[in-house]
């Protein structure tokens, strides 16, 4: 009989709900923990040898921190798309522990899609290339509201000016 426990995460922002699958296949809900390092280095520690835990938890905008703390205490895990997690019909009911107690019963069958997880190095280049692009939308929107207010006053570029923004424009 195998010793694998699946242990499930529901990550929030201040807190995670978990549920844990036990080698005789019952389902146990194990409550809500703070989501913090050493919450989380606990709940590793209770759980038994790293080696027979198998975690996972949806993407979500909580990010990879997690997934990164659990695999440097030896954790294997996994991030789980959401979108492809298995939903009955009419299942409106939404609480943490039934969150956490169905992806606990997809996680032991299989049913689970993992995703592509970054390292630190990687995501930390996502989220300068997302924050340039949303300065450059500001920029954009800026612009915009500056022309907009121009032109409900009156000012126009001179008839040379064939392009906004630009040098001639700005002197103009």
């Known amino acids: 009989m195998s010793k694998i426990r699946f242990i499930v995460l529901d990550v929030h922002a201040e807190t995670i709900a978990v549920a844990v699958t036990e080698p005789n296949g019952e389902i146990r809900w194990l409550g809500l923990i703070p989501n913090r390092l050493e919450s989380i ?3 590793v520690h209770k759980l038994g040898e790293v080696k027979n ?3 996972c938890y949806e993407a979500g905008p909580t990010g990879y921190v997690v997934y990164w703390q659990l695999t440097a205490l030896g954790v294997a895990c996994q991030v789980v798309a959401p979108t492809l997690i298995p939903t009955k019909a009419g299942d409106r009911v939404k609480t943490d522990r039934r969150d956490a107690e169905k ?3 997809c996680y032991r069958a299989g049913d689970l899609t993992p995703v592509w997880v970054p390292d630190a190095a990687h995501e ?3 989220d300068l290339v997302r924050a340039r692009e949303d300065a450059k939308q500001d920029q954009q ?3 915009q509201r500056l022309g907009k207010f ?3 006053h ?3 570029p001179p008839e040379a000016v064939k392009r906004n923004w630009t040098e001639k424009h700005m002197d103009g």
Do not use: E, N
Request: aromatic letters at 10%.
């Open 41 to 43: 280095r606990k709940l």
């Open 124 to 126: 930390a280049l996502r």
């Open 103 to 105: 992806l606990a019963r």
């Open 150 to 152: 121009f032109l409900r």
């Open 53 to 55: 835990v198998r975690v």
């Open 154 to 156: 009156g000012w126009r």
């Open 141 to 143: 929107r800026a612009r």
